[in-house]
């Protein structure tokens, strides 16, 4: 938030010099006005081209075995456009490098699923998948056995949903 703050001011200064510098060089006055205006329009026009952008960012700072299973997309108030073409807020994501299969019980895979907003801090979040029953549960600071994962202690949520992460987790 604070680099777009100090990114939409030199965009401000920017749209001011080269607007009095043309002026300049007509040899004339700006009109009064023309000034806060450009600078505001160039402002908001950065600032709703960088939110629109911000999903592509993070991807394209995230590792390629990064792969993305869901998005979230919203509009707000301040940002009526949005509601017409609503922009992409939060996404979710799996590090396939990462996943670690259980070596007792077959299907069952270790994953982190992060969890990644705009303005807010990034969270992991331990999942077990199991990929024969098409299921999924949070893994607090439970201890993976055969025992547990039979014993169906987990507040497991079945209907393979997200299937993206399925598709990225499971083989086949």
Do not use: N
Request: hydrophobic share 50%; glycine share 8%.
């Amino acid at each position: 938030m604070f680099i777009t703050l100090i990114v939409s001011a030199c965009v401000a200064a920017l749209v001011a010099g080269v607007i009095l510098l043309g002026f300049k060089l007509v040899g004339r006055k700006a009109p009064k006005g023309l000034l806060p205006l450009a600078m505001g329009v160039a402002v908001i026009a950065y600032v709703t081209y960088a939110r629109y952008t911000w999903h592509e960012t993070m991807i394209a700072r995230l590792p390629e075995t990064l792969v993305v299973i869901e998005t979230g997309r919203g509009g707000t108030p301040f940002e009526p456009w949005t509601y017409i073409w609503p922009r992409v807020t939060h996404f979710a994501a799996v590090d396939r490098a990462t996943a670690r299969h259980h070596p007792q019980v077959t299907g069952m895979v270790l994953v982190t699923v992060m969890l990644v907003a705009e303005d807010e801090p990034s969270r992991a979040v331990p999942q077990v998948v199991d990929c024969r029953r098409g299921r999924r549960a949070p893994v607090g600071g439970l201890t993976l056995t055969p025992e547990t994962l039979a014993a169906d202690t987990l507040p497991w949520q079945s209907g393979r949903s997200p299937a993206a992460l399925f598709d990225a987790v499971c083989e086949g």
